[in-house]
Protein backbone atom coordinates (compact mmCIF):
# COMPACT_ATOMS: atom_id res chain seq x y z
CA UNK A 1 0.00 0.00 0.00
CA UNK A 2 1.58 3.22 -1.06
CA UNK A 3 1.26 6.12 1.20
CA UNK A 4 0.52 9.91 -0.41
CA UNK A 5 3.39 12.38 0.55
CA UNK A 6 2.78 15.92 1.64
CA UNK A 7 4.66 18.55 0.70
CA UNK A 8 6.48 19.08 3.78
CA UNK A 9 7.85 15.03 3.16
CA UNK A 10 8.16 15.50 -1.04
CA UNK A 11 10.60 18.74 -0.06
CA UNK A 12 12.77 16.95 2.33
CA UNK A 13 13.25 13.74 0.33
CA UNK A 14 13.89 15.97 -2.84
CA UNK A 15 16.93 17.88 -0.89
CA UNK A 16 18.20 15.13 0.47
CA UNK A 17 18.45 13.68 -2.92
CA UNK A 18 20.05 16.89 -4.21
CA UNK A 19 22.75 16.98 -1.69
CA UNK A 20 23.64 13.57 -2.82
CA UNK A 21 22.01 11.18 -0.29
CA UNK A 22 19.44 8.27 -1.39
CA UNK A 23 17.25 6.20 0.96
CA UNK A 24 18.86 3.15 -0.18
CA UNK A 25 22.42 4.92 0.95
CA UNK A 26 20.77 5.25 4.52
CA UNK A 27 19.13 1.79 4.63
CA UNK A 28 22.91 0.30 3.91
CA UNK A 29 23.79 2.58 6.78
CA UNK A 30 20.67 0.66 8.85
CA UNK A 31 21.99 -3.03 7.37
CA UNK A 32 25.84 -2.07 8.64
CA UNK A 33 23.99 -1.24 11.92
CA UNK A 34 22.07 -4.11 12.45
CA UNK A 35 23.44 -7.07 10.32
CA UNK A 36 25.02 -8.27 13.73
CA UNK A 37 22.12 -8.61 15.73
CA UNK A 38 19.25 -9.57 12.98
CA UNK A 39 19.48 -13.04 11.40
CA UNK A 40 18.16 -12.80 7.35
CA UNK A 41 18.07 -9.18 7.59
CA UNK A 42 17.64 -7.75 3.89
CA UNK A 43 18.27 -4.06 2.64
CA UNK A 44 14.48 -4.20 1.95
CA UNK A 45 13.31 -4.12 5.65
CA UNK A 46 16.27 -1.48 6.25
CA UNK A 47 14.93 0.44 3.30
CA UNK A 48 11.36 0.08 4.64
CA UNK A 49 12.25 1.29 8.23
CA UNK A 50 14.31 4.27 6.66
CA UNK A 51 10.86 5.08 4.47
CA UNK A 52 8.84 5.26 7.81
CA UNK A 53 11.34 7.60 9.78
CA UNK A 54 11.47 9.84 6.74
CA UNK A 55 7.74 10.00 7.18
CA UNK A 56 7.67 11.82 10.26
CA UNK A 57 7.13 15.27 10.56
CA UNK A 58 10.25 16.09 13.25
CA UNK A 59 12.44 14.46 11.07
CA UNK A 60 11.33 16.47 7.95
CA UNK A 61 11.39 19.31 9.79
CA UNK A 62 14.97 18.34 11.16
CA UNK A 63 15.87 17.80 7.63
CA UNK A 64 14.98 21.16 5.83
CA UNK A 65 16.40 23.05 8.84
CA UNK A 66 20.01 21.29 9.03
CA UNK A 67 20.30 21.33 5.45
CA UNK A 68 19.27 25.11 5.24
CA UNK A 69 21.89 26.04 7.18
CA UNK A 70 24.29 23.89 5.15
CA UNK A 71 23.57 26.21 1.97
CA UNK A 72 23.57 29.36 3.73
CA UNK A 73 27.39 28.03 5.22
CA UNK A 74 28.23 27.15 1.49
CA UNK A 75 27.08 30.39 0.05
CA UNK A 76 28.76 32.61 2.70
CA UNK A 77 25.54 34.23 3.76
CA UNK A 78 25.18 33.77 8.41
CA UNK A 79 27.18 36.20 10.14
CA UNK A 80 30.36 35.74 11.96
CA UNK A 81 31.42 33.53 14.02
CA UNK A 82 28.09 31.43 13.05
CA UNK A 83 29.61 31.23 9.20
CA UNK A 84 33.02 29.86 9.98
CA UNK A 85 31.92 27.56 12.65
CA UNK A 86 29.25 25.66 10.34
CA UNK A 87 31.59 25.76 7.34
CA UNK A 88 34.22 24.34 9.31
CA UNK A 89 32.13 22.00 11.15
CA UNK A 90 34.04 22.88 14.40
CA UNK A 91 34.03 19.97 16.78
CA UNK A 92 33.18 22.02 20.14
CA UNK A 93 29.55 23.09 18.47
CA UNK A 94 27.80 20.57 18.83
CA UNK A 95 24.40 21.99 17.59
CA UNK A 96 24.74 19.91 14.39
CA UNK A 97 23.80 16.72 17.08
CA UNK A 98 21.52 18.56 19.21
CA UNK A 99 19.42 18.57 16.02
CA UNK A 100 20.00 14.96 14.87
CA UNK A 101 18.80 14.20 18.52
CA UNK A 102 15.20 15.06 17.66
CA UNK A 103 15.62 12.00 15.53
CA UNK A 104 17.08 9.86 17.13
CA UNK A 105 14.53 10.28 20.07
CA UNK A 106 11.63 9.34 17.90
CA UNK A 107 12.24 5.72 18.81
CA UNK A 108 13.94 5.52 22.13
CA UNK A 109 17.33 5.54 23.49
CA UNK A 110 18.60 2.66 21.40
CA UNK A 111 18.79 5.24 18.99
CA UNK A 112 22.14 6.68 20.96
CA UNK A 113 23.48 3.99 21.22
CA UNK A 114 23.21 3.36 17.43
CA UNK A 115 23.98 7.51 16.54
CA UNK A 116 26.70 7.50 18.62
CA UNK A 117 28.41 4.22 17.06
CA UNK A 118 27.71 5.71 13.38
CA UNK A 119 28.80 9.18 14.17
CA UNK A 120 31.84 7.52 15.27
CA UNK A 121 32.54 5.14 12.62
CA UNK A 122 31.39 7.43 9.66
CA UNK A 123 30.83 4.54 6.82
CA UNK A 124 28.91 4.74 3.90
CA UNK A 125 27.78 8.16 2.58
CA UNK A 126 28.79 9.48 6.19
CA UNK A 127 32.02 9.43 5.10
CA UNK A 128 31.42 11.19 1.57
CA UNK A 129 29.67 13.93 3.54
CA UNK A 130 32.33 14.61 5.82
CA UNK A 131 34.89 14.75 2.75
CA UNK A 132 35.40 18.48 3.14
CA UNK A 133 37.47 18.16 -0.26
CA UNK A 134 34.28 17.78 -2.30
CA UNK A 135 33.30 22.06 -1.45
CA UNK A 136 30.34 21.21 0.09
CA UNK A 137 29.17 21.79 3.42
CA UNK A 138 27.88 18.81 5.34
CA UNK A 139 28.01 19.58 9.27
CA UNK A 140 24.25 19.41 9.87
CA UNK A 141 23.55 16.59 6.65
CA UNK A 142 26.05 14.15 8.39
CA UNK A 143 24.32 13.86 11.77
CA UNK A 144 20.84 13.98 10.20
CA UNK A 145 21.52 11.19 7.91
CA UNK A 146 23.06 9.13 10.74
CA UNK A 147 20.30 10.20 13.03
CA UNK A 148 18.03 8.67 10.18
CA UNK A 149 19.90 5.61 10.28
CA UNK A 150 20.29 5.27 14.08
CA UNK A 151 16.35 5.58 14.29
CA UNK A 152 15.52 3.11 11.66
CA UNK A 153 17.86 0.73 13.20
CA UNK A 154 15.75 1.50 16.41
CA UNK A 155 12.63 0.98 14.58
CA UNK A 156 13.53 -2.06 13.33
CA UNK A 157 15.03 -3.59 16.79
CA UNK A 158 11.31 -2.58 18.41
CA UNK A 159 9.77 -4.15 15.76
CA UNK A 160 11.81 -7.60 16.05
CA UNK A 161 11.39 -7.67 19.76
CA UNK A 162 7.61 -7.85 18.95
CA UNK A 163 7.76 -10.66 17.08
CA UNK A 164 10.80 -12.91 17.87
Known sequence: MEKKMNQLEKTARK?????GVKPEQIAELVYYLQ???HTNLTM???LENVDRVLRKREVQNAILTGIQFDLLAEQGKLEEPLQSIILSDEGLYGIDEVLAFSIVNIYGS???????FIDK???GVLKYLND???????TFLDDIVGAIAAAA???????AANTE
Request: aromatic residues 12%; glycine residues 8%; charged residues 25%.
Open 153 to 159: SSRLAHR
Open 44 to 46: DEC
Open 121 to 123: QKP
Open 110 to 116: IGFTNYG
Open 15 to 19: WLEER
Open 132 to 138: KSTGMCH
Open 35 to 37: QNY
